[in-house]
């Protein structure tokens, strides 16, 4: 196996090289060229296989570029289970290309192939009538519904946190958005008639690993109180952008919870379960839970005394981030160039992005792009041109229309859960003449 | 230098393929197989049936190569059976308490049932590589 990063000559190898080969012709006009690869190699150094003890310095995560089936070439967290991260450059329009979606399983015997011919949508557990709808049923019995959110890993950003912890050592780029259409999960409940004294409806996909039965090494399942108004704004997909799921993004069918984090949107979705007793499978009772404190803090302290207090994740809260530029290029001063990202939140619509080039004593608006409802990603932009050569430190932060603002503190829980600080973003002016 | 998957584990995966078949019998799933690093594909056009059998290809493995020393096969063949050790790889440099912790995690919580002396190889293993003091690669 060829790490990329061995590929890339040094100046030492290149005239090596050239000792070997015997000439001393073209000396001169090689180490000019050999200068000027030495300076890039600067840029261009080996992929780092991991960051830390200190916080992941890059946007995204350090893996190397994959090809999977359905999909363009995305960062490498882990091959199996599968874990894909996208690459930054995808967030400056509103919705993410199916083909660069981030990817995230929990264990490892995921589908190569499914034959819709069998395939079935089942509903059972505490129901009146239990169910099974297929591919043509679900998109031809159901009033179909349309409904554009974003999709964000719970541990999206983990290795931010200090200290680390363990898990996916995911950059930024766990998230995506997209227009997920199909059917409302409510009407497929009301069909099938949820009885009375029921209190959660638990999903299952079509992944299962090679634990034993009856743990979460085994199965991967997610519930949601009936109660929870979430259950309203739900929706049965079957296309996302106006296509197929790609498999590793759940094809033929995935769950979509508008606000909450992506644990709870269960791909290839097979069970629909209704259930009398609270879920406390793995995936509910140990995994994905966080502190019941604001923002879901507390330090390493308290975890190891016991005394967290704990409940399972639920909604995305407000985050924005600043794409172009990226900083691998220098800005001559006094060039305008647009500043461009994106922005979400699980609690409400974005209504206000601000930019500071003062550490974060006064704030400009950007400009907002197309508004495609609460849950969907919105861009933002905003013209800015350096007015001294140098670093410079942008700074960026997104308000929801709650209210609900990002905040410039850290955030640490055990899982590596919510963060959500305002974003900086670091590049370099240079003088323009 | 030369991929080490072991055949035992192999002809696990294999295993546990035909068991998940079994259980869900629309599925062909957990296939994997080696693949090359660098070796980017641009998005196929496969020649595809129209019947209602919906698939992609093997997903590819990319083993990475592990610290060596004492436990290096220990750790392969044990962690490989249910994930990639690139979740080893991937983390950032950990305390040795948390290591202990994560191979017990993958017993307790998990079911790993890795025998006492093979656990606390792969944890003095993982404690000799994988730590802020001791992390190389």
Redesign the interface.
């Known amino acids: ?4 990063g061995e ?1 890339i000559f040094s100046r030492r190898k290149v005239l090596k090289l050239l000792g070997a080969a015997g000439g001393g012709v073209a000396l001169s006009s090689l180490t000019l060229q050999a200068s000027a690869a030495e300076q890039e190699s600067s840029a261009l150094k080996t992929i780092e ?5 200190a916080d ?1 310095s890059h946007w995204n ?1 350090v ?11 995305l960062i ?7 874990q894909l991260e996208t690459p930054r450059h995808y967030f400056t329009s509103a919705f993410t290309p199916n ?1 660069a979606f981030y990817v995230r399983w929990h264990l ?12 079935k949508l089942l509903v059972e557990g505490n129901v009146t009538k239990p169910a099974a709808f297929s591919l043509p049923e679900l998109m031809q019995k159901f009033e179909e519904v349309s409904v554009a959110a974003a999709n964000q890993c719970s541990g999206n950003s983990r ?1 931010r946190l200090q200290p ?1 912890v ?1 898990g ?2 995911w950059g930024n780029g766990a998230m995506g958005n997209a227009l997920w259409t199909g059917v409302r999960l409510r009407q497929i409940l009301d069909v099938a008639g949820v009885k009375p004294g029921s209190t959660q409806v638990q999903f299952q996909g ?7 039965k009856g ?4 199965e991967f399942l997610k519930s949601l109180d009936l109660t929870n108004p979430v259950i309203d704004d739900c929706v049965v997909a079957y296309l996302m952008n106006g296509e ?1 799921l790609p ?1 590793l993004n759940g ?2 069918v995935r769950l979509v919870v508008p606000g909450y984090f992506a644990t709870y949107w269960m791909k290839c979705l ?1 069970w629909i379960r209704v259930v009398d007793k609270p879920d406390e499978n ?1 995936w509910m009772k ?1 995994g994905y839970r966080i502190p019941d404190t604001p923002r879901g803090n507390t330090t390493p302290e308290e975890v190891k005394a016991g005394t967290v207090k704990t409940v399972p994740i639920g909604r995305m809260p407000v985050r924005s981030f600043a794409i172009t530029p990226d900083g691998s290029a220098k800005i001559p001063v006094g060039m305008r160039v647009t500043l461009r990202g994106i922005a979400f939140s699980g609690y409400a619509r974005v209504v206000k992005v601000e930019v500071s080039e003062d550490g974060g004593k006064s704030w400009l608006a950007a400009k907002l792009g197309d508004d495609y409802g609460p849950y969907s990603f919105r861009t933002w932009e905003m013209p800015w041109s350096a007015k001294t050569a140098g670093k410079h430190t942008l700074m960026v932060r997104a308000t929801d229309e709650k209210g609900n603002a990002q905040p410039d503190e850290p955030v640490w829980n055990a899982g590596g859960y919510l963060w959500n600080r305002i974003e900086r973003l670091e590049f370099v002016a240079g003088n323009a003449a | ?1 030369t ?1 080490t998957v072991p055949a035992t584990l192999l002809a696990l995966s294999l295993a ?2 035909v068991a ?1 078949g079994a ?10 197989q080696p ?7 641009q ?1 196929t056009q496969p020649e595809f049936s129209a019947d ?14 592990l610290a060596p020393g004492e436990g290096k096969q220990e750790t392969e063949a044990y962690c490989a ?4 050790t ?2 080893i ?6 305390p040795a308490a ?1 290591w202990e912790t ?1 191979v017990n995690k993958m017993n307790k ?5 890795i025998p006492e002396a093979v656990s606390q190889k792969i944890a003095r293993y993982l404690q000799a590589h994988y730590t ?1 003091e001791t ?1 190389k ?1």
């Open positions: 196996m060829i790490l990329p590929r296989s991991f960051t830390g003890p992941n995560s893996g190397p570029y994959i090809s999977e089936p359905q999909k363009a070439p490498l967290l882990t091959d199996r289970p599968i083909e490892e015997n995921i589908p190569n192939a499914i034959d819709l011919k069998n395939w290795s680390r363990p996916g050592q079509l992944e299962t690993g090679g634990g034993p743990l979460g090494s085994h197929p498999l094809f033929p097979t793995f140990t | 230098m991929r546990l393929l998940s259980r869900h019998a629309q599925l062909h799933s957990g296939n994997y693949a090359e690093l660098g070796n980017l594909q998005i209602s059998t919906y698939g992609v290809p093997a997903y590819p493995l990319y083993p990475p190569e059976l249910c994930h990639s690139r979740y790889t991937m983390q950032p440099p950990l948390t994560e919580t998990f079911g790993a049932n802020p992390r690669q």
